[in-house]
C-alpha cells in the first residue's frame, strides 16, 4: 500500500516533524461535525497498539482503500440495525428459541 506522510509537532523541541507510515487496516470509522465528512479509523503497519488516529475518506480514497471503506461502513450499519427491532414478547421468544432455549 501507499505510504502516508504524517506531521506533528514535538512537544519536547517543539519542531514539526514528518513521519511516513503505510496504514495497514481499517479499524472504525466515524463522522465529523464541522465538515459532515466522514473519517475513519485507521492502524499502522508495524505498530502493535491502535493508534487511534483517523483518516478522512478523501485520502484514503486516493491510496486504494474503496473496498475497506465499504466493509467498515456495512459493519457499522449491521451494529445499528441490531437495535431495531423492538422489545415485545414475540421478538423475545424468537430470540430464544434461536439461542437454544425454552420460550418460558
Known amino acids: 500500500k501507499t505510504p502516508f506522510e504524517i506531521q506533528f509537532v514535538d512537544e519536547a523541541s517543539g519542531k514539526i516533524q514528518k513521519v511516513k507510515k503505510v496504514v495497514q487496516e481499517?479499524?472504525?470509522?466515524?463522522?465529523?461535525?464541522?465538515?459532515?465528512e466522514y473519517e475513519y479509523e485507521?492502524?499502522?503497519?508495524?505498530?502493535?497498539?491502535?493508534?487511534?488516529?483517523?483518516?478522512?475518506?478523501k485520502t484514503l480514497k486516493k491510496m486504494g482503500?474503496?473496498?475497506?471503506?465499504?466493509?467498515?461502513?456495512?459493519?457499522?450499519?449491521?451494529r445499528a440495525g441490531l437495535?431495531?427491532?423492538?422489545?415485545?414478547?414475540?421478538?423475545?421468544?424468537?430470540?430464544?428459541e434461536?439461542?437454544?432455549l425454552n420460550r418460558e
Open 26 to 36: 481499517l479499524v472504525g470509522g466515524r463522522k465529523t461535525n464541522k465538515s459532515k
Open 65 to 78: 482503500w474503496e473496498k475497506a471503506i465499504k466493509s467498515v461502513d456495512l459493519k457499522i450499519a449491521q
Open 98 to 100: 434461536g439461542c437454544g
Open 42 to 57: 485507521v492502524k499502522y503497519a508495524g505498530s502493535n497498539i491502535d493508534s487511534g488516529e483517523y483518516l478522512p475518506l
Open 83 to 96: 437495535y431495531v427491532r423492538p422489545l415485545s414478547a414475540k421478538n423475545v421468544e424468537q430470540h430464544l
